[in-house]
C-alpha cells in the first residue's frame, strides 16, 4: 500500500520524530521553515520527496572566516597531507597531518595551541594516522593504522590508554563516533576466492570489546569492474569503469548506515527503527567528450603498469555521470550529498618532468564542489557552491571546517560560515 501527502516541515503525527530531530539539528528553527516536503509510505519505508524551492533560498552561499596555513613558514602552519579534522564545543580546531605524524591544535582563531602525538610505535605515538574523532566523554580518538590501535587522548595532549584494532589493511574511509561511544573503524569483511574482498566496519563497543561487523550495502545492481594481471599472474589491478554506479556509504552518530547509490538520487536511512528514503529528480550531466577521453586514458596508462599490453574489455564509459558523488552525515545529523558537475580541464604542463620513455602528461579534468544539504527528516535546505578545491571535513550547524589546496598545491585549513 502507498499513501502520499504533502505537509510542511514540523509535519506531525506520521514523521514527529523526525520534526524533533529538525528542530534540534538546526538550533530550533524548523518551525520558522514554510517549505514543503511529499511523504509517502511503501510498506514500512517512510519516503521523503525533496523537490520543493532550497529552505535557505537559492543565494545561501560559503563564506571563508578564518583561513590557516603558510607556503612557507613555521612547521606548525605549514600542511604536508591533512586526512581528518574535528572540532569541540568551543570551536577549537583538531586537525590530523598523516606527513608530520601528529595532531595540531588551533584556537577558533586559528592560533596555534600545542600538537599531539609524534612519530613512533610508543604511548600515544603515530605511524600511519588517518582519522580522528571525540567521544561522548570528551576523549581524542585517533586511528593509527600503522600501530594497529586506536589512541586516546584528553584535551590536554597526553596519552590515556589504546584500543588495538585489526592490522594489515588501511583505508581512508572515515573512523566514525556514535552518541553511545562506540567507534566504527573499516575491516575486510569478506574474503570471497577469485573475487574482489569486501569492506565493511567493525563496531567497538564504549568498553572497547567488538559488538559486530557491518557489511557494505549489496542493493542489486551490477558493478562494471576492469582488471589487470601481471605476466607472474602474482598481482592484480582493478577499478571502475569512469562514471559508472557506485555505492557511497556511512554511519550517522545514531550508529544507523547512511548509503546511496549514486546513479539514483536515493539516500537511504533508518529513523525511529524504520527504513526512510530521501529522493530528489535532478538532470544527469553529460561526460564530455575530451573528459572520456581523458578518462580512458588515465585508465589504460594505470593498468598497463600491472598488464603491458592490457586492452579495454569491459563496459565502455557512460555518456552521463551519476548523480551523487559522495554521501556525508555532518556532527548535527545533517546529510550532505555531493553533487557531480559538468568536468573543468586543467590542461597538463607540457614542462613536467618525466622519466625516458614515459608518455607526455595529459589533460586532467575536475568537478566544482557542489552540495545539496539535508535536514534528517528530508527537508532540503541548500545547495552550496564551494570554492574551488576545498573539501569539507567537518560540518556543524552553520559552519563547515575543510581543506583547500592552492595552484601550488599548498594545504589550508579553512572555517566558513553559511551565509544563509
Not at 200 to 222: K, L, M, S
Amino acid at each position: 500500500m502507498t499513501t502520499s501527502e504533502t505537509r510542511t516541515a514540523t509535519i506531525a503525527p506520521l514523521l514527529a520524530l523526525a520534526a524533533l530531530l529538525t528542530t534540534a539539528c538546526s538550533g530550533g528553527d524548523a518551525t520558522a521553515r514554510t517549505a514543503t516536503v511529499e511523504y509517502d509510505t511503501i510498506g514500512d519505508t517512510i519516503v521523503a520527496r525533496a523537490q520543493q524551492a532550497p529552505t535557505w533560498g537559492d543565494a545561501a552561499t560559503l563564506v571563508e572566516e578564518v583561513r590557516i596555513g603558510e607556503l612557507d613558514g613555521a612547521e606548525e602552519y605549514t600542511f604536508g597531507r591533512v586526512s581528518s579534522m574535528t572540532v569541540d564545543s568551543d570551536g577549537t580546531m583538531y586537525v590530523l597531518d598523516q606527513q608530520a605524524l601528529t595532531v595540531r591544535v588551533y584556537d577558533e582563531n586559528g592560533r596555534h595551541v600545542r600538537d599531539i602525538g609524534r612519530s613512533g610505535s610508543g604511548p600515544g605515538e603515530l605511524k600511519q594516522p588517518h582519522s580522528l574523532d571525540f567521544t561522548p566523554d570528551g576523549r581524542l580518538a585517533v586511528r593509527d593504522f600503522g600501530n594497529a590501535r586506536i589512541n586516546f587522548y584528553d584535551r590536554s595532549g597526553e596519552s590515556v590508554g589504546t584500543l588495538t584494532i585489526p592490522g594489515g589493511f588501511f583505508t581512508t574511509t572515515p573512523m566514525h563516533v556514535d552518541t553511545l561511544g562506540r567507534i566504527y573503524t573499516s575491516v575486510v569483511a569478506d574474503r570471497i576466492e577469485g573475487q574482489m574482498f569486501r569492506v565493511g566496519y567493525q563496531r567497538f563497543g564504549a568498553d572497547g570489546t567488538i559488538e559486530d561487523t557491518i557489511r557494505t550495502p549489496r542493493p542489486d545492481f551490477q558493478t562494471q569492474p576492469l582488471t589487470a594481471r601481471s605476466p607472474d599472474g602474482a598481482g592484480m589491478s582493478a577499478t571502475s569503469v569512469p562514471f559508472s554506479p557506485g555505492i557511497q556509504w556511512t554511519i550517522d552518530r545514531g550508529g544507523n548506515v547512511v548509503w546511496a547509490i549514486t546513479s539514483d538520487y536515493t539516500i537511504h536511512t533508518m529513523q525511529n527503527d524504520r527504513p526512510f528514503r530521501i529522493t530528489r529528480t535532478i538532470d544527469a550531466v553529460p561526460v564530455q567528450a575530451a573528459e572520456k577521453a581523458a578518462e580512458e586514458e588515465r585508465v589504460l596508462r594505470n593498468m598497463r603498469r600491472t598488464q603491458p599490453n592490457w586492452s579495454w574489455q569491459g563496459a565502455a564509459i557512460p555518456d552521463a555521470k551519476p548523480f551523487i558523488g559522495s554521501v556525508t552525515v555532518a556532527h548535527d545529523g545533517r546529510i550532505w550529498v555531493q553533487v557531480r558537475q559538468p568536468g573543468e580541464r586543467q590542461p597538463a604542463d607540457p614542462m613536467a618532468e618525466r622519466a625516458p620513455g614515459q608518455p607526455a602528461p595529459v589533460d586532467t579534468w575536475t568537478e566544482p564542489p557542489v552540495y545539496d544539504v539535508f535536514e534528517p527528516d528530508g527537508t532540503w535546505l541548500a545547495r552550496l557552491d564551494a570554492p574551488k578545491q576545498f573539501m569539507p571535513m567537518y560540518m556543524h550547524g552553520d559552519h563547515v571546517w575543510g581543506i583547500q589546496r592552492d595552484e601550488y598545491d599548498v594545504n589550508y585549513v579553512v572555517r566558513m560560515r553559511i551565509d544563509r
